[in-house]
């Protein structure tokens, strides 16, 4: 099977910086999951390869970016997960919207997201305090709002392109990305280039579904692209039961008691994989048992 890749690199004698992806497999992997409908694996899928692209700027694999999107729209916030490694996660709000513009019938992802709203960046450097990006919404289709984002959060004049096709049966077919971003050493001449390439570029998805790679997509635009790493990419959720009896351990006494007295159970849902975590009765009898034992045996 096919695996998702990612490139970065530079070029214009190393005045720009370039990343593409291909994003298919762990955007087809997130309609499954979500089972989302064609206009939510548009909107996730736009925002998981920029997330993706983002993510292989970070310096270790320690760091996190989490990418959240609200433009009031009925798609509601759009979650987004990334990490060094090449993992990514995310879900929407609601995964069963769907619209298409009436004009060209593509995929209407700024109507589901709206723009209304805020796009924000959290990178978790392993520092104290988080570094937080916020922008408002432009215009909802991801790709613009982050062209803007880069622009105006980081100083880095960039051109985004992200794009997913969607088949009738909700199948992702093409899924990825581009970012093209302005060094300091960037000259007026390397603009103007880029540019009018992009004038004539065609969209992401469709170069993908013809079988082009993140590479030759590169190749399309820049004859001098220099090649600094390539990675794949997959969607990876951390969560497990372990993580959410760590959560369940948190939890007073008196509120675990009634969690027992009451429900008799615990299930516990991750909406980043969609993945349901079940503790029955017994099981959190014995948390009950081993907390009381604990704090007997600190007090």
């Given at each position: 099977?096919?695996?998702?890749?990612?490139?970065?690199?530079?070029?214009?004698?190393?005045?720009?910086?370039?990343?593409?992806?291909d994003t298919t497999e762990l955007t087809n992997y997130a309609q499954e999951?979500?089972?989302?409908?064609?206009?939510?694996?548009?909107?996730?899928?736009?925002?998981?390869?920029?997330?993706?692209?983002?993510?292989?700027?970070?310096?270790?694999?320690?760091?996190?970016?989490?990418?959240?999107?609200?433009?009031?729209?009925?798609?509601?916030?759009?979650?987004?997960?990334?990490?060094?490694?090449?993992?990514?996660?995310?879900?929407?709000?609601?995964?069963?919207?769907?619209?298409?513009?009436?004009?060209?019938?593509?995929?209407?992802?700024?109507?589901?997201?709206?723009?209304?709203?805020?796009?924000?960046?959290?990178?978790?450097?392993?520092?104290?305090?988080?570094?937080?990006?916020?922008?408002?919404?432009?215009?909802?289709?991801?790709?613009?709002?982050?062209?803007?984002?880069?622009?105006?959060?980081?100083?880095?004049?960039?051109?985004?392109?992200?794009?997913?096709?969607?088949?009738?049966?909700?199948?992702?077919?093409?899924?990825?990305?581009?970012?093209?971003?302005?060094?300091?050493?960037?000259?007026?001449?390397?603009?103007?280039?880029?540019?009018?390439?992009?004038?004539?570029?065609?969209?992401?998805?469709?170069?993908?579904?013809?079988?082009?790679?993140?590479?030759?997509?590169?190749?399309?635009?820049?004859?001098?692209?220099?090649?600094?790493?390539?990675?794949?990419?997959?969607?990876?959720?951390?969560?497990?039961?372990?993580?959410?009896?760590?959560?369940?351990?948190?939890?007073?006494?008196?509120?675990?008691?009634?969690?027992?007295?009451?429900?008799?159970?615990?299930?516990?849902?991750?909406?980043?994989?969609?993945?349901?975590?079940?503790?029955?009765?017994?099981?959190?009898?014995?948390?009950?048992?081993?907390?009381?034992?604990?704090?007997?045996?600190?007090?």
């Amino acid at each position: 099977m096919k695996k998702d890749l990612l490139v970065r690199g530079v070029a214009r004698n190393s005045r720009v910086r370039v990343l593409a992806c291909d994003t298919t497999e762990l955007t087809n992997y997130a309609q499954e999951r979500h089972q989302l409908w064609p206009v939510a694996s548009a909107a996730l899928g736009r925002t998981m390869s920029v997330g993706c692209m983002m993510g292989s700027m970070l310096k270790s694999d320690n760091e996190k970016i989490t990418i959240q999107i609200n433009g009031g729209g009925p798609i509601g916030t759009i979650m987004v997960d990334a990490y060094a490694n090449g993992n990514v996660r995310g879900f929407v709000a609601d995964p069963e919207v769907h619209f298409v513009y009436n004009d060209t019938g593509k995929l209407a992802v700024g109507v589901a997201v709206g723009n209304n709203g805020y796009l924000k960046v959290i990178k978790d450097l392993s520092l104290k305090q988080p570094w937080i990006g916020q922008v408002e919404l432009q215009t909802g289709e991801i790709g613009e709002d982050f062209s803007y984002y880069f622009t105006v959060s980081e100083q880095t004049p960039s051109a985004v392109s992200v794009g997913v096709l969607v088949d009738p049966d909700n199948h992702v077919i093409a899924s990825g990305g581009l970012i093209i971003q302005m060094l300091p050493e960037a000259l007026e001449e390397d603009i103007i280039y880029i540019e009018e390439k992009l004038e004539t570029f065609p969209p992401v998805s469709t170069l993908i579904s013809e079988g082009k790679s993140p590479l030759e997509m590169i190749e399309l635009i820049f004859d001098d692209f220099q090649l600094l790493e390539q990675r794949n990419l997959k969607f990876e959720c951390n969560c497990s039961r372990d993580r959410c009896l760590k959560v369940l351990s948190t939890l007073q006494l008196d509120d675990l008691k009634q969690m027992i007295d009451e429900d008799h159970k615990c299930d516990m849902y991750c909406e980043f994989c969609s993945t349901t975590y079940h503790f029955d009765e017994d099981e959190l009898v014995l948390l009950y048992e081993k907390r009381l034992e604990n704090e007997k045996q600190h007090s």
